[in-house]
């Protein structure tokens, strides 16, 4: 069943719409009218699992010092084409590489979206394909293919959800809640860790407050960070611990609960055990092991 997503001020009011309303807020206009009007009629799924195809990069609105939001432009009859919880691969050529970087990117835009698509990509010093995309202009194409295959995700398959997120590691956990608190029918409580080393890393920090302010009965988001910058600081200092996963998420032997996680790979080997080299999920270890998690209960993006 396709649902339709209207760009117009009269249209969609999930929280895709609080996502550009932070961002608006926050100094950097958006133009609804850029964007076309949305119908009812039958969409048309913009990706192609079998090969790469070029998106036109339509907008792109810093978020912090190191991280932006991506909006790319499809037809107005054409949705993405991905499900809760998926993820597509971007190509690229950079510098004198003989061969293309490829890496995988879970947008955060919702999942029945028309007309575009939002990608937050968080730049790094290293990161090739990041730098990439950050130095991108309107009118420019990337080159992507999909939807990947991760968990597929039903209206109250959980009673409860714990995520650990470190990180770009946030843009699956924001897909899913998005996806769970526009349901009205999903009643899937959520819990999210999102650790960073300080305040100025925490990628929609606002975004993410709003949620939370929004479905106070629904959704809790506890923030971590390496080193306080500010004495005020109400959140958890320090690496994720044993000690704030028991205090803040289900307990294993709570029925009906999954935990979670994506980040860098230390955090993965603390908190999950990191997954396979084929990107199977593997066995789970670190803290949430000792905490008595099974394989059942953990997915690890």
């Keep these: ?3 339709a997503y209207s760009t117009t001020s009269g249209g969609y009011k999930g929280p895709q719409a609080i996502l550009w309303g932070v961002l608006a807020t926050g100094g950097y206009s958006y133009m609804r009218s850029k964007y076309p009007h949305v119908t009812e009629e039958p969409a048309r799924l913009a990706l192609n699992s079998r090969k790469f195809k070029p998106f036109t990069l339509q907008d792109k609105v810093p978020i912090n010092h190191d991280t932006s939001m991506f909006r790319f432009a499809l037809d107005p009859d054409e949705e993405l084409g991905l499900y809760v919880t998926s993820c597509f691969v971007a190509k690229a050529r950079v510098g004198d590489d003989e061969k ?5 990117y879970t947008p955060v835009s919702p999942q029945y979206a028309r007309g575009y698509f939002d990608m937050v990509v968080k730049k790094y010093d290293d990161g090739k394909m990041s730098s990439h995309i950050h130095g991108l202009e309107p009118g420019d194409v990337l080159h992507i293919k999909g939807p990947i295959h991760k968990l597929v995700y039903n209206a109250n398959d959980f009673k409860e959800i714990g995520m650990v997120a470190g990180g770009s590691g946030i843009t699956p956990m924001l897909q899913l809640l998005q996806h769970v ?3 009205p029918k999903d009643k899937t409580k959520l819990t999210l860790m999102y650790a960073n080393k300080s305040e100025d890393d925490i990628i929609l920090r606002s975004l993410l407050d709003s949620y939370a302010e929004k479905y106070p009965k629904q959704f809790r ?5 390496d080193k306080a910058s500010t004495p005020d600081w109400k959140g958890e200092v320090g690496y994720v611990t044993k000690d ?5 998420f289900p307990a294993a032997s709570k029925d ?5 996680v994506c980040g860098p790979m230390p955090m993965m ?3 999950s055990g990191p997954k396979l080299p084929d990107f199977s999920q593997g066995e789970v270890d670190g803290i949430f092991k000792e905490l008595g998690y099974k394989s059942d209960q953990v997915f690890k993006f």
């Design 269 to 271: 080997k603390s908190v």
């Design 181 to 183: 608190l526009d349901d």
């Design 221 to 225: 988001v506890v923030y971590t960070v």
């Design 100 to 104: 293309p970087i490829v890496r995988a």
């Design 256 to 260: 009906n609960v999954m935990m979670m």
């Design 244 to 248: 704030m996963v028991q205090k803040y």
């Design 1 to 3: 069943v396709s649902r």
